[in-house]
Structure formats: C-alpha cells, structure tokens
C-alpha cells in the first residue's frame, strides 16, 4: 500500500518567512499527527487530528503555527514567521481510528528538513 | 513532564553480543507501548508494539507495570541492527503519542 506522503522534503528560508508543508496520509486513516524532531531529540507531537477535527494541539505553538485538514484526508502544516529554533525535520504520521485499540500504531512520511537562516 | 525516558543516547556493542535498550514511562493508566526504529537514511517505522507480544526481527520487549519499563532486548546483535530506536507511548485512548528521544545503537563488526 501506498505510504504517508510529505512534500517538500528540503526547505530553505530566511527567518520571518512563511513556510508550509504538505501531507497526505494513508488512505483511510482518520488520525493524522505532525511532529517536530530538533536534531539530536525524539520527535515532539505538534498536532493531532481525527478527521478534520482537532484531538490534541495542546504542544503547538499557536502564534506561529497552525495547522488544518479541511476535508479529513491532507493536511498542511504552516509557520508564519519562522525563527531560527524552528529549524527540525517536520514528520507527518498516520494511523487508523485513534480510539481502536487494535491499531497497529502510526505510519510515518518522509518528513520535511526546514532549515531556517 | 517527560513520559518516556530512554537513559541512553548511545549505545554501542559487538556483534553477536546481546543488547538492551531502556525505556521507561511514566502513566498511572493503561499503556500501550511501542518501538520505532529508524535506519539510515529511512523513515521511521514501527518495530514491535507491547500488545501483540511478537519478535521481530529477533528483537523482543517485555512490559513491566511494576517497573513501568518497556526495554528492547535482542540475544545476539547484528550489524544491522544499527540505527536509532525510539521508544513511544500512547495514552489517554490514543489522544496522545509521545516518543522518547532515542538511543543510537552501533554494532561492531
């Protein structure tokens, strides 16, 4: 089966820039997280979804960051505007029904490396 | 407050030679426990998980409430094996799933 998909997998960009990232998950996945993974550090969970509903955000820095995924299926995660400390490899990660204790646990993309100069 | 504890960041051993990677969690509740491994270059993947009980790929984990451990052992490490493994937590009824933040294990030819 197709796994999670993230695009870009490299970005570059000034600080005080706008950046976004891209993925698509597994299909028929309704539980969707972003992670930030600092080198060097375990990933640290930013955002979970379930459909296009906000299960937990309580880690995401709201007045940078947000994050959306309208129609339960993509998701984009955005910051606006990037500080150097924000530089981390950005993993998107899927699994089924967050609630169904038979799951197998999550999927994870690619990630994207943002590195803020 | 930290919920997964892994206490080393590396760890290196020989080929052949048995290896544990610790981890340690903190939920008064119901866990539900996992390792993730990560190679080179890879994205990172899921290894075992403490509900099915399985070996995978000779490595196995054994969920000790009393200790609230969750360690990785295999008998004999294979070259391999080297990659970083991370150790994750979901709790809450999956509203939460929290990794450590690692150990790299290095297998020695």
């Known amino acids: 089966e197709a796994g999670v998909a993230q695009s870009p997998r490299y970005k570059i960009i000034e600080k005080r820039q706008s950046v976004a990232f891209w993925c698509n998950p597994i299909s028929g996945h309704a539980t969707l997280y972003w992670y930030q993974q600092i080198l060097g550090q375990g990933p640290k969970l930013l955002i979970q979804f379930q459909n296009n509903g906000v299960v937990d955000d309580s880690q995401l820095p709201k007045d940078r960051f947000s994050a959306e995924r309208l129609k339960g299926v993509d998701s984009t995660l955005k910051i606006q505007p990037a500080k150097l400390e924000d530089s981390a490899v950005y993993l998107c990660?899927?699994?089924?029904?967050?609630?169904?204790?038979?799951?197998?646990?999550?999927?994870f993309g690619q990630g994207t490396r943002l590195t803020v100069v | 407050a930290q919920r997964v504890t892994q206490p080393e960041k590396l760890l290196s051993v020989f080929k052949g030679a048995p290896v544990e990677l610790k981890c340690n969690y903190s939920?008064?509740?119901?866990?539900?426990l996992f390792w993730y491994v990560q190679y080179s270059r890879q994205r990172l993947q899921l290894l075992l998980r403490h509900i099915s009980r399985e070996s995978i790929k000779g490595f196995t984990a054994d969920l000790n409430k009393g200790e609230t451990s969750f360690h990785l052992k295999k008998p004999f490490a294979q070259e391999e094996d080297s990659a970083m493994y991370y150790c994750?937590?979901?709790?809450?009824?999956?509203?939460?799933?929290?990794f450590g933040p690692g150990t790299r294990l290095s297998v020695l030819p």
């Open positions: 994750a937590l979901r709790f809450d009824y999956g509203q939460n799933f929290v």
């Open positions: 990660a899927s699994s089924l029904d967050f609630s169904d204790l038979r799951q197998e646990g999550a999927f």
């Open positions: 939920y008064s509740g119901s866990p539900e």
